[in-house]
């Protein structure tokens, strides 16, 4: 290629260029083979340099194109061209440079904004620009220091420990025994786990320090994409051998290396083409609800203004008409002299009124917006109560233009995992082979947690203005609780220090609660380990083949194994990366490296190892302990075990790697496999090495060969042995500070925090599965790619060697491990996945033989047990294995290593390759694993229903787990019955459907009288029920769907048919009654159409809120997406608008901060539409009496100025801290929410009131003043200044009525206008008596602060013009009150009294504060009139109902309205009927009480399944 | 203690401000606080109101119209546009003693001095003195800025051009003998105007300073012979000239005259006959305009004017009214809820 450009430069070019474009690859060379030929030759030169700018603009371009983006916005466009009017000398109305003031104003508020942004980008990528990196460097043969800037794709780059990645880095080599390199991906995905990278498959066997020099290959790999889970290419070698590259070799910039001193790679991607930066979009934009409202408006006000102009223009064409033409001597021609007719004077007239009512559009109000939410972003921002201290995050606005949309939000999609719940997972019981493990020690334990929690949140609720103390306290007296009952505390629920101590100690790597991992053992199968383990050691004792194991016990084992290694968790141990820095220290290294090199590399000790491999004995190698580390004789055991060590070198190498802490020598051998054809494959991908080095977080455990137990089964059968074994991973511990061994297991306890292993999980089930199985003393001690070593009880570690890892995808819903199981020596595979995916995938059992019935009755009563941990709301996983024959395993290899070569379709292949293994698979057992429920998620929900909110859970978990969390979490009330829909077919769904309506029509609409009365059900069991205002009678016949005391459930396919476009409406129209919604096992995409599909067809504000990458659609779908940070990656939160730490957080932002942002908005807008049509009507009633003439009595310089001065601040003020209802009254009466859901802050006819209102101001101002001084000499601007004097106070005064809370901002802020108004105007009139043609104000102002007429105007004219509104808003507040301005009220009275109040209004129904229901009867009985009408016909559809369908219960029982003391009775009675009569309709008292879920009597709950009698009735349909 | 500190960072601060915790005062419209409010501030308007109306009924006004549209009016003759320097005299007489000091008004009506274009047309440098201006108006003055040669027009200007050219002389008519009444002509502009925005060019005689220039269209005489009696009064300092050049803000206007102030008539004007005469020369008729001479005296709160008065009692009543309405309610609708 360089060849070519020599011949001809740019056709080469040319033709290149065109081939990268047509490539979807790309080439990337080593760029030291070409540092000689500067930039031309550079093969790389084409790609994007490592400096990143994200900046937008330059010095140059900033002006061009910030104007160029701001002209973008209709409404700048539209003032400037108001502003050029006026620079057409017919039609101008103020001084033309003096018009252009307000859009250069805003224009550059607006710069000056983008212009600190870009400034502060500037600063951010400068200083990432200049941080530095070690590059190599040819000429100087190392590598040198470089700032990330100079950095170039091919450059080869080393990276040491803690180090961030300045660009996407193919890894080629590692410090790492395994070539491993872990890479702490949080500011990527925010995933706290550290992840594996590996080296290039071609450079895992390089003995040696990786030597640039020597790198000859060439990359071909994809295009910069953003997919940050994608990478693919390949390497081409000089040999022309290919290599396949994977995601796990790259290494991705942002990321930081973690656990690894030492790396090499070759930089691929650079600057904008890294994945992170292809990732990187900016904050969204999004149009809230109340905007558009508002630009309704704003074309209401262009309407208004044309007309105005259009009056004016008619107006003084015909007052010029009567003149005729006797020209008046106060008419003055045009500059040429000549004369305008009448109706040109009235077309120039339009355009120059356009010009000065121009203020009636709010030119400020769209700057005014972006400042208030920016305000309010900041407010929410800085909340405190949505700070969460133990992830010291705290809620972040990603989108900064929707902050009152969270006040007006109707429904509410939540997924369930991770969002409702912690993503905590707790292993609460397993069945194994049949036989159940209940584990109620341990479901006592987390009962004691969960007591822990409810204790502790009662307090800080109670906070008051104190919370803080308040739950200081309460967390110290939870502490001295923990301490008594637990050694250790709760992570979660822990006291703030332990909180922080353990977020310290988690700074890098998110590790499990003690919740999570303290579980304790069921006796009896802990006797069946126990037992298993020790029959195990006895059998190989006897060197008797292990199959002889009975079986139940063998399943056991298998089980935990199972647990233990079919996963994907990396050990750790917590103080890790502390002493590897300790290990860093310079010196240490490249003494060591040499020697144990020159050692190894020698042939004889190379021979050594391979006796020592074949005496098995290469874990005793390293077990002495030199003696100045521990000073207690070692036992015999431990001699004989020095004594193994033959070959001097070897003992002198493993002392020596002592010497330097590196505390670990491992060791690998080739696999010595029986069967030839298997390990031709298996060579190729597990290479023989040597490797050495020092430990890493995967390594850090002792590890074994295969052969090691078998040939020291005599030491460690020994109890002696084994304590010493013990004795001897704890010296272990000492040094590298962790415990492979379990607390109980030594009997002695281990300090919470020190010498502990710490299991990360991609997935947090594996962690609590990994440490389920270590409380019986199965514990993961170590993973390695391609090894596990596992310690078993009584066995000692094993090294289960790792052939292959299927990862789990969402469509086969398992993951399984192929292993060579090291006691039996064979290769099994274990899998482990969703019920649902292993139960088909079980072998049949063969009834024939003893061993099938086994098998059957295992796999029915396992199928019995999971149905039961279902109910219990436990997320259920099957574990099952298989044993595979070396030639099966040789048969599929071949495949599968076919498939991981592929190239194309690669991931197609692996696939099938996975299904092709996971068949005919024995089941071992079945775990229930609970996913524990959120603080304060029940009494989230409840508040956020009471809020009026309805709430949908989306979840992928399956139906059973679903309900019961949905009970747990009060979703679903035991009270409520339930609609279950699940169909098999389109046509079933369709019946479903259709009957759920006519049940709902039957059991509801019949006693609908019920329904209008009270509503729905929040107002129903509100204490301020009857303030939800009664719909206006004119939209009582259609009225909204009633929402029911009813549940629904629906699967994902049966969801599938119901979002089919024939069946949505009536989905829909069953899911509105419904009081809440339950979808399971939906995918992603449902999610997002169930989200849209309610959006669409409703016209309703949704929320979304997840946290996974599953809920991205969803979130991005809804109004407002909101993501949950810190539990499952920052996918959701990307796509968020708002990130919360927690869901009970969601409360307060938008019951609180949406109530608050959404009053505060629509109020300010509002005034805004008020105050300029005020001020711009007073120039419009003065044309009546100047001829139509467009001249004004204002000063021009006061009504430019007028909008951007002296009147912008306050209502900013008034925007931002205006709070009509305190928080803690807000949060304690979720009821007030509805006032945004229903817009009462700003109804369409609101603004229509603002206007009349407006013009009624206006008139009083103006008319007040002509009156005033009428026959008087006054002259015009002494006459126009009062004016504007009176409406700047009349507006100040209007906003006062409008002012909730007076704080000392917006005494402050109405004082400065008033006084800057007065200062201008005094400093104007002032400044020069000649100039400010034609106004020529000089001492207007003076002479009129020293008329006493002025003042009697000043106080007259504002209580005149706000009387009216000031008597409509005091009867309001008095006789009528809003449910918004109880609550201000209940703000007023002493804190004692309004808790008392509050706490009565939760128990009663009545209303304590009593403020005149005689009001509301009067809206009431015009209402039940119209309900007569309903009532009428629903008698008469009831009629028609009984005559055709008998089936249906009679109504009348039905009548009376539910309370919530008195459940259902008559209800009960009516469905009842219904089941007695109806063979399709069926009663099963859903679930078994557990524990934490309070469950109703039986019989209260109802469960009306549709589904089987649908199915038999179509199955009928179709016999017949 | 650092990486403890570290480790809150992001922890919002605790300030009355952040978490909106400012003290606040939080007006609540109860009946308890708005009806004796709705009641002190009605009767604290009935008070103003009542004052202020008495107050302005004290003030005696004396409007003659003098348009003579009417055929009896005894200017009815000089209504014709083609009469010129016609004399018309206007008789009245007063009952009682009008008292003093008495200010003497010309008004006009359905004159739009603040018609747009008119209001702007005219040159505030040239009227300040400014010689460059006296050469080349301002375009603002156009089309009164130059005249037919393309000589500048001095001052120049709509406004100045038609400014009111009318002259009254008022007599006492005692026993049938006609008695001047000396009229003031000082400071009835504003100080401001006479002393520091209006200024004749500082050359003397200050007919030099017109040189080249034209006077307006319609004016008889060139500015600086408007007062050749008085320098002070001369020029754009005249007060006459002053007065009219400061537009009136609404079409029906009256622009302060002379003031009755001196010797026997600084109590006021006696009871007795008096007789007006007039200079008609300002046509009106053109555009249904009428012209009037008002005589009045004023208080502190300026000429006669009722209307603050009776609003401030309305709107006084009003309130009250309000209040007893709101009491009215409250006390149907609540009071029984209390118990």
């Not at chain 1, 074309?299 to 107006?315: K, P």
């Not at chain 1, 050594?608 to 580390?629: C, G, H, I, M, R």
């Not at chain 1, 409380?775 to 596990?788: E, F, I």
């Not at chain 1, 008559?1466 to 009842?1472: F, G, H, Q, T, V």
Request: charged share 20%.
């Amino acid at each position: 290629m360089a060849r070519d450009s020599e011949e001809d430069p740019k056709a080469a070019k040319r033709q290149r260029k065109r081939k990268q474009k047509e490539n979807k690859t790309r080439t990337v060379h080593a760029n030291i083979l070409y540092d000689h030929a500067k930039g031309e030759e550079n093969p790389n030169r084409h790609y994007a340099n490592n400096k990143i700018k994200t900046t937008k603009y330059t010095v140059l371009s900033f002006l061009p194109k910030n104007l160029f983006e701001q002209f973008h916005r209709f409404a700048n466009v539209y003032f400037v061209f108001i502003a050029l009017l006026n620079f057409v000398p017919v039609v101008n109305a103020f001084q033309p440079e003096l018009a252009l003031a307000p859009v250069v104003f805003i224009l550059s508020v607006t710069a000056i904004k983008d212009l600190w942004e870009d400034y502060r980008r500037h600063r951010s990528d400068n200083e990432i620009n200049h941080m530095d990196c070690l590059v190599y460097c040819r000429v100087e043969r190392r590598y040198v220091e470089k700032f990330w800037k100079e950095v170039r794709v091919g450059d080869f780059i080393r990276l040491r420990c803690n180090e961030i990645l300045p660009a996407d880095v193919l890894l080629l080599s590692s410090s790492d025994p395994d070539r491993l390199c872990h890479i702490e991906t949080a500011t990527l995905d925010g995933e706290t786990n550290l992840k594996q990278r590996q080296v290039v498959r071609s450079f895992l066997d390089l003995d040696c320090d990786f030597d640039p020099l020597k790198y000859n290959g060439i990359i071909e790999c994809e295009k910069p994409n953003n997919d940050l889970n994608r990478f693919r290419g390949y390497i081409v070698h000089r040999s022309g051998r290919r290599d396949a590259l994977y995601k796990e070799n790259l290494l991705l910039r942002g990321c930081t290396i973690r656990n690894t001193e030492d790396a090499v790679g070759i930089i691929i991607y650079a600057g904008h083409e890294t994945k992170a930066m292809l990732n990187n979009n900016g904050p969204r934009y999004k149009r809230s609800k109340l905007e558009r409202q508002m630009n309704v408006d704003v074309f209401w006000c262009v309407i208004i203004l044309l007309v105005m102009c259009l009056f004016t223009a008619v107006g003084h064409g015909l007052w010029m008409f009567q003149y005729g033409d006797k020209r008046p001597v106060f008419d003055v021609l045009s500059p040429e002299g000549t004369d305008l007719s009448p109706v040109m004077s009235a077309i120039y007239l339009f355009l120059t009124m356009i010009i000065v009512f121009q203020v009636l559009i709010p030119i400020s109000l769209f700057v005014s917006i972006e400042i208030v939410k920016i305000c309010q972003v900041f407010f929410i921002h800085q909340d405190l109560d949505l700070y969460d201290e133990e992830t010291d995050s705290n809620l972040q606005c990603r989108a900064l233009n929707i902050t009152e949309d969270l006040g007006q939000m109707q429904y509410i999609f939540s997924d369930k995992t991770g969002t409702l719940t912690e993503n905590k997972m707790v292993f609460r019981r397993c069945t194994v082979a049949g036989v159940e493990y209940s584990h109620d020690a341990n479901a006592k334990r987390l009962a004691m947690y969960q007591e822990m929690d409810s204790e502790e949140e009662e307090c800080p609720s109670r906070g008051g203005t104190l919370p803080r103390r308040d739950s200081v306290g309460s967390h110290q007296s939870a502490k001295v609780v923990l301490r008594s009952q637990s050694t250790k505390s709760h992570r979660r629920t822990g006291s703030r220090a332990e909180a922080k101590r353990a977020s310290i100690l988690s700074k890098h790597t998110a590790f499990s609660s003690p919740m999570e991992k303290d579980i304790t053992p069921d006796p009896q199968l802990l006797d069946k380990v126990n037992e298993c383990g020790s029959q195990m050691d006895f059998m190989r004792f006897h060197s008797q083949p292990m199959s002889q194991l009975p079986s139940d016990l063998a399943d056991v084992l298998d089980f935990f194994v199972a647990l233990t290694i079919c996963n994907t968790v990396v050990v750790s141990s917590p103080n890790q990366p502390r002493q590897k820095q300790q290990l860093l220290q310079p010196g240490h290294q490249p003494l060591l490296h040499p020697r144990l090199l020159s050692v190894l590399s020698s042939p004889s000790a190379e021979s050594t190892l391979t006796k020592l491999d074949e005496e098995q004995n290469l874990q005793q190698a390293f077990s002495p302990v030199p003696p100045q580390y521990d000073g207690r004789p070692l036992s015999a055991a431990e001699g004989e075990l020095r004594y193994e060590a033959e070959s001097p070198d070897e003992a002198a190498l493993v002392y020596a790697a002592r010497a330097y802490k590196c505390s670990l020598v491992r060791m690998r051998f080739e696999l010595k496999s029986p069967v030839k054809t298997i390990e031709d494959f298996i060579k190729r991908f597990t290479p023989s090495r040597l490797t050495s080095g020092s430990n890493s977080s995967s390594s850090s455990s002792l590890v074994t060969n295969r052969s090691f137990t078998r040939g020291c089964s005599s030491v460690l059968s020994s109890p002696s042995a084994e304590s010493t074994l013990t004795k001897l991973d704890e010296e272990q511990n000492l040094q590298q500070a962790f415990s492979p061994v379990p607390p109980q297991y030594d009997g002695r306890p281990l300090s919470a925090v020190e010498g502990e292993l710490r299991y990360e999980a991609e997935s947090p089930d594996e962690a609590a599965l990994v440490y389920a199985a270590r409380a019986y003393k199965c514990s993961l001690v170590g993973r390695l790619p391609d090894q596990v070593t596992v310690e078993l009880p009584h066995l000692g570690k094993l090294s289960f060697e790792l052939l292959h890892t299927l990862g789990f995808d969402s469509t086969r819903k398992r993951m399984s491990v192929v292993v060579r199981h090291p006691l039996t020596d064979q290769i099994t595979v274990y899998t482990k996945g969703a019920d649902s995916a292993i139960m088909e995938l079980i072998r049949p059992p063969d009834t024939g033989n003893s061993k099938g019935k086994r098998h059957k009755k295992i796999l029915s009563r396992t199928q019995h047990f999971l149905n039961l941990y279902a109910a219990d709301g436990l997320r259920t996983l099957c574990i099952a294995k298989k044993v595979l024959s070396k030639e099966q395993y040789a048969c599929w290899l071949q495949r599968h290593l076919e498939a991981e070569t592929a190239i194309q379709g690669r991931e197609e292949l692996l696939f099938e390759s996975a299904l092709r293994l996971e068949t005919n698979l024995q089941l071992l057992g079945a775990t229930g694993i609970e996913d524990r429920l959120q603080d304060g998620v029940p009494e989230t929900i409840a508040s956020l229903r009471q809020a009026g909110l309805q709430i949908w859970v989306l979840t992928g978990d399956k139906q059973e787990t679903a309900v019961n969390i949905a009970y747990a979490c009060k979703l679903l009330d035991p009270e409520e019955e339930i609609l279950t829909l699940n169909a098999d077919s389109q046509e079933a769904c369709a019946v479903l459907l259709e009957e759920s309506l006519h049940y709902i029509q039957a059991k509801f609409l019949c006693s609908s009288s019920e329904h209008t009365t009270t509503k729905s059900y929040h107002s129903n069991v509100s204490p301020f029920g009857i303030y939800t205002p009664p719909p206006p009678p004119s939209s009582c016949p259609p009225a909204p769907p009633a929402v029911h005391q009813l549940g629904l459930v629906i699967d994902g396919r049966t969801l599938a048919y119901a979002l089919d476009r024939s069946l949505e409406d009536k989905f829909l129209a069953v899911a509105q009654s419904c009081r809440s919604v339950l979808c399971c096992r939906s995918t992603p995409l449902q999610k997002s159409m169930v989200v849209k599909l309610v959006r669409n067809k409703l016209k309703v504000m949704t929320l979304a809120i997840g946290d996974g990458a599953n809920d991205v659609s969803m979130i991005q779908v809804a109004d407002v997406g909101v993501g949950i940070s810190g539990q499952e990656g920052m996918q959701a939160v990307m796509a968020s608008d708002f990130a919360l730490p927690r869901f009970r957080y969601l409360q307060k932002l938008l019951l609180v901060h949406g109530h608050w942002c959404y009053s505060r908005l629509a109020n300010m807008i509002l005034y805004f539409f008020y105050k300029n049509a005020m001020f711009v009507a007073l120039i419009f009633w003065y044309q009546f009496y100047c001829g139509f003439s467009g001249s004004s009595m204002i000063d021009q310089w006061y009504l430019i100025f007028f909008n951007l001065m002296f009147s912008a601040f306050p209502q900013l003020i008034t925007g931002t801290l205006d709070k009509d209802v305190s928080a803690e009254t807000l949060q304690q009466l979720p009821q007030l929410y509805t006032n945004g859901q229903n817009s009462e802050e700003y109804k369409p006819y609101m603004f229509w009131m603002n206007m009349i209102d407006a013009f009624y101001q206006s008139l009083v101002c103006f008319f007040i003043p002509y009156f005033a001084y009428a026959d008087s000499d006054v002259d015009l601007f002494t006459w126009g200044t009062p004016i504007t004097s009176l409406a700047l106070f009349t507006i100040l005064v209007h906003l006062g009525i409008e002012t909730k809370t007076w704080t000392r901002m917006n005494w402050l802020c109405i004082s400065f206008s008033v006084s800057l108004f007065f200062t201008v105007a005094l400093c104007y009139n002032a400044y020069c008596p000649t100039c400010f043609s034609p106004s020529n104000p000089y001492w207007s102002m003076q002479r009129l602060l020293q008329d006493p007429l002025f003042y009697l105007l000043c106080v007259i004219t504002p209580a005149a013009a706000l009387l009216p509104r000031y008597f409509y808003r005091a009867c309001q507040g008095t006789l009528f009150p809003s449910p918004v301005q109880v609550g201000r009220q209940l703000d007023k009275l002493p804190a004692e009294t309004r808790r008392n109040i509050l706490s009565l209004s939760g128990v009663k129904m009545g209303l304590p504060l009593g403020p005149k229901p005689h009001f509301l009867s009067l809206g009431k009985t015009s209402f039940k009139g119209c309900n007569k009408k309903q009532q009428q016909q629903q008698q008469q559809r009831r009629g028609l109902q009984t005559d055709s369908d008998k089936e249906l219960p009679s109504a009348d029982k039905d009548t009376l309205p539910y309370t919530k003391d008195a459940a259902p009775p008559a209800s009960k009675d009516c469905l009842d009927q219904t089941l007695d009569a109806s063979s399709w309709i069926t009663s099963t008292p859903l679930l078994s009480p557990s524990d934490g879920v309070q469950f109703p009597p039986d019989g209260d709950s109802f469960c009306v399944k549709y589904s089987r009698g649908s199915e038999d009735r179509l199955k009928s349909d179709q016999s017949s | 203690m650092v990486k403890a500190e570290k480790e809150i960072a992001n922890r919002p601060d605790n300030t009355a401000f952040t978490q909106q915790r400012l003290p606040a005062w939080q007006p609540m419209l109860s009946a308890g606080i708005v009806i004796p409010g709705f009641v002190l501030i009605g009767l604290a308007f009935i008070g103003i109101g009542v004052a202020l109306f008495v107050t302005s009924r004290s003030i005696e006004v004396l409007e003659i119209d003098y348009t003579g549209e009417d055929k009896n009016s005894p200017c009815f003759k000089c209504s014709d546009q083609d009469v010129k320097n016609c004399v018309c005299n206007l008789e009245f007489s007063l009952d009682s003693l009008f008292e003093g000091p008495v200010f003497f008004y010309y008004g006009l009506s359905n004159y739009f001095q603040n018609y747009r274009k008119y209001a702007a047309s005219r040159d505030d440098d040239q009227l300040s003195g400014d010689l460059d201006a006296f050469t080349s108006p301002s375009d603002s003055c156009s089309p009164f800025d130059l005249n037919g040669n393309d000589k500048p027009i001095v001052p120049c200007g709509a406004i100045a051009n038609s400014m009111f050219n009318d002259t009254f002389v008022l007599y006492r008519v005692v026993n049938g003998v006609k008695k001047l009444v000396p009229l003031d002509g000082k400071g009835i502009a504003w100080w401001t105007d006479y002393n520091v925005k209006y200024r004749n060019p500082t050359v003397t005689p200050l007919k030099n300073a017109f040189n080249g220039t034209v006077k307006p269209i319609s004016w008889p005489k060139p500015a600086y012979q408007l007062d050749t009696s008085d320098p002070a009064n001369n020029g754009f300092i005249n007060q006459d000239f002053l007065v009219w050049m400061r537009r009136a803000a609404l079409p029906d206007f009256r622009k302060l005259y002379r003031r009755i102030t001196e010797g026997e008539y600084e109590k006021g004007l006696p009871a007795g006959n008096y007789s007006l005469k007039i200079a008609y020369n300002y046509p009106v008729l053109s555009f249904h305009g009428t012209k009037k001479v008002v005589f009045s005296n004023v208080s502190w709160m300026g000429g006669k004017n009722e209307f603050l008065g009776i609003a401030y009692l309305v709107v006084g009543s009003l309130c009250v009214l309000m209040s007893i309405v709101m009491l009215i309610v409250y006390a149907k609708f609540k009071f029984p809820e209390d118990d």
